[in-house]
């Protein structure tokens, strides 16, 4: 077979054209990520082994082996797990996410430290490797197979791919050196960036020096095998940015042993950096499944739940056989179990971490409380934990508030504790629901997260306190003194309730079947009107989801409330005394519900017949 020449994903000439001009600041990083992608190899083939151990009868044991060429200048990486094909090549070398690549690189601005981690996050740390070679050969031979094949790129627009030999299986990775990258033919620093960066890789790694061999220049054990007290902060860093392939640090490290009923050794890493697919529908974890040290997938069923699906690092059973196939792991109950122990226990840490440095915790649920609220009703076996851990925005503050925060500056004669849901902070901090809740100096919690609309049909109360939406129902305050105790003047007294019947049953009259009902409120200060639910029915956010998601077609009617204190309304009250008033009011009542229509973000749906309504209403006015 002749020698093929193929194209570069067109973002991918761009990404790679980025990361080595702008975005790798401390190039040593191509290293740790050639290198953890070796060790993933032999993980992969490891396992295989265990089914199919003739793939390893020629080379059982499983090493990386660095090369030095001096002559040549040349630097290789060489392994010898599971290899690639044709297909295999073109697929993980030619091909960058496969979906959603070019939104990707849009994103890249080239601010070193913002772009390096976006990139480790989205898992293209091979490309690295061009900052430090103008031409990459890669030479692998798939286990099983018995032909070879070279993938070569100088990393601009295009690679090829061609047969070649290898005489046992695995990969090399061949690079030819720029010229300012002279210090990579230098065995004292390779030693030194392995330590640095690779010493807890389970497998050993050799260097050789224009073919003479030299020791193993890292640990070679398995560090979460390891006590504690013998591990540095710099190693945990580095093992949690090889088990992530994640450029940023951990912001919270668990280790531990467990032991007992089940026992299983565990290395788990909050990020400080929200993962690049923490909002993958597919919601899967990346907690890593080893079985007395030998890898089996890093996509367990079970063994972590969606909700704390940005945890890295790798769990280690010794009760699980080690033949047990991906596809029986859902159904042991030891992996029920240890699901259990882990999320007691990061749910422990994580309450330690909030009452010890909440401001740190603060900027943990910045990242991750979106999808850590998932559990709220997914999970009701940890529900209490989890409303401990839960923070929110309130229009009492500008920080993080917890719900016994809240409970406990809850005002004298409150009962509930009132929330409101919305798109974004700033549109629901105009909403006008909460101008009677401000003026009465109630919280309200602030929601903005879509998660937010569906475990609240799960969550009723807290501390025996009910949840209550602020958009929903009537918002009882009358019981609830304001906060400026003055006595209201005369522009400030409400109507009777006698003319602003009058009024109600006008607008009724004309709106019909377009609202549920129309009623005076206290909720309303500043705005002459407002829409709510009835208690019974949809969330006005929630029912704009579903629609959106084409989940509901449902249109749930909407109530009308009116500000008996404002100016607009008490006129409206006086004009509906008068002779004729149900003709003169019947484009002001479309009006008012269009604008209530407008405050809450939703179309108005006959724009012609509310221009021309506005249009009329101005002409009488002048």
């Not at 100088?154 to 005489?167: K, N, P, V």
């Not at 918002?475 to 109507?495: F, G, I, Q, T, Y």
């Not at 519900?593 to 939703?602: F, H, S, V």
Request: glycine content about 6%; overall charge negative.
């Amino acid at each position: 077979m002749s020698e093929e020449k193929l194209e570069f994903q067109a973002e991918v000439s761009r990404l790679l054209h980025l990361m080595v001009n702008a975005v790798y600041s401390d190039k040593e990083v191509f290293l740790r990520e050639l290198i953890s992608n070796a060790s993933d190899a032999c993980d992969k083939l490891r396992y295989r082994a265990i089914t199919e151990p003739e793939l390893i009868a020629d080379e059982p044991e499983f090493r990386v082996v660095i090369g030095i060429d001096k002559e040549a200048r040349t630097l290789s990486i060489a392994d010898n797990g599971i290899g690639m094909d044709r297909a295999d090549l073109i697929s993980n070398l030619g091909t960058i996410a496969r979906s959603g690549t070019s939104a990707f690189v849009d994103g890249l601005t080239g601010d070193s430290k913002k772009d390096v981690q976006l990139i480790g996050q989205f898992g293209v740390g091979f490309y690295s490797v061009f900052m430090i070679a103008d031409k990459v050969d890669v030479v692998s031979r798939k286990a099983g197979d018995a032909q070879a094949w070279r993938w070569s790129s100088d990393g601009t627009g295009s690679f090829t791919i061609d047969e070649d030999s290898r005489e046992h299986r695995g990969t090399t990775i061949l690079m030819h050196l720029k010229p300012d990258a002279e210090q990579w033919l230098d065995a004292e620093h390779l030693k030194a960036a392995v330590k640095r960066y690779s010493d807890h890789i389970d497998l050993p790694i050799a260097l050789t020096t224009d073919g003479n061999v030299e020791e193993t220049v890292n640990a070679a054990s398995a560090l979460w095998t390891r006590p504690k007290s013998e591990v540095t902060e710099d190693q945990y860093t580095e093992f949690y940015r090889h088990a992530g392939h994640s450029f940023d640090e951990p912001w919270l490290t668990l280790h531990y042993k467990a032991e007992g009923k089940i026992e299983y050794s565990a290395l788990l890493f909050v990020p400080t950096m929200r993962p690049f697919d923490l909002f993958d529908p597919a919601r899967q974890h990346r907690v890593k499944l080893y079985v007395k040290r030998v890898f089996i997938t890093d996509e367990a069923e079970g063994l972590i739940p969606p909700y704390l699906r940005f945890l890295r690092g790798v769990v280690d059973s010794q009760d699980l056989p080690l033949n047990i196939s991906r596809e029986m792991l859902q159904n042991t109950p030891l992996i029920a179990n240890m699901r259990q122990a882990l999320t007691r226990r990061v749910l422990t840490e994580l309450k330690r971490k909030a009452e010890k440095v909440p401001e740190e915790y603060g900027t943990f649920w910045e990242n991750f409380g979106a999808v850590l609220k998932e559990g709220l009703y997914e999970d009701s076996e940890r529900r209490d934990d989890l409303l401990t851990l839960a923070r929110f925005r309130s229009t009492a503050s500008d920080g993080w508030v917890s719900l016994a925060e809240y409970v406990g500056r809850m005002k004298e004669g409150q009962s509930a504790i009132y929330y409101i849901t919305g798109d974004n902070l700033e549109s629901v901090k105009q909403s006008p629901q909460l101008e009677g809740f401000r003026a009465r100096g109630v919280e309200v919690l602030l929601l903005t997260d879509p998660v937010d609309d569906f475990w609240l049909s799960s969550v009723h109360d807290y501390d025996e306190k009910p949840l209550k939406s602020a958009t929903r129902g009537a918002a009882d305050l009358s019981e609830l003194k304001r906060d400026d105790d003055a006595e209201e003047s005369a522009d400030e007294a409400p109507v009777r309730d006698a003319e602003i019947a009058t009024l109600i049953a006008l607008l009724k009259q004309n709106l019909g079947e377009l609202v549920k009902d129309v009623r005076s409120t206290d909720r309303l200060t500043d705005s002459p009107v407002c829409l709510v639910a009835d208690d019974g029915d949809l969330d006005m956010r929630l029912e704009r989801m579903l629609k959106a998601h084409q989940q509901t077609q449902q249109s749930s009617r909407r109530i009308l409330e009116l500000n008996p204190k404002h100016a607009l309304i008490k006129g409206l009250c006086a004009r509906a005394q008068e002779s004729g008033a149900a003709d003169d009011l019947a484009d002001i009542a479309f009006l008012l519900l269009d604008q209530a229509r407008i405050i809450e973000g939703e179309p108005v749906p006959d724009p012609a017949a509310f221009s021309r309504r506005m249009a009329a209403v101005m002409t009488k006015a002048v």
